[in-house]
């Protein structure tokens, strides 16, 4: 997991915004838009993540943009808004927060079947911090949480090669936005 990820510092850096619980800058909030354009538009270099596969970071961004249909879900458009502009977040070894927004009454996590999500255990911080020497990108860190997010690589593989067979075969056609 993330600890053993982050050994032997007290965390590590990742190109994912997790925003089950997350602070930010004023500086990096003036990136954030709730427009963003459509996926033509956007190179997929934008979702550059080290340690992450092809069809992850494919899959990620069809799952970003996929809000521009929906002014509302701003966590997907900050998501993109730190890809877009390289930016760096930290995620500690040791999770600080449970989420608590699970059930028939929340906006959008009304499944309470997600158990792995809503009962995360927490850790204190140990102190004093460790920090790593470099700000540099933990490959790691990128993958787990790609595995736990976007799941298995295999089933983007098969979506993506679908979608470049009826590119090939069918005259026109254009695949979903």
Known sequence: GFREACLP??????????????????????HFRYEVPPPE??????FMMEGVDRYRRLAQRDRVLSTR??????????Q???LRNRGICVA??????????FGADATH???????RAANAPTALMP???????????????????ADNVLGTTGRYRKRYLKRWI???LIPGYQPKK
Do not use: C
């Open 166 to 168: 009826r590119t090939l």
């Open 127 to 145: 102190f004093t911090l460790s920090h790593p020497q470099e700000i540099i990108v933990s490959p790691k860190i990128n993958r787990i949480y």
């Open 9 to 30: 510092h007290s965390y590590a850096f990742t190109r994912y915004a997790d925003l089950w619980g997350w602070g930010t800058w004023a500086r990096a909030w003036k």
């Open 80 to 82: 993109y808004a730190v």
């Open 69 to 78: 249909k929906s002014g509302s879900m701003w966590g997907y458009q900050w």
């Open 109 to 115: 996590t009304t499944e309470a079947g997600n158990v």
């Open 41 to 46: 538009e956007v190179p997929i270099k934008d």
């Open 92 to 101: 500690p070894a040791f999770n600080q927060i449970s989420n608590v927004g």
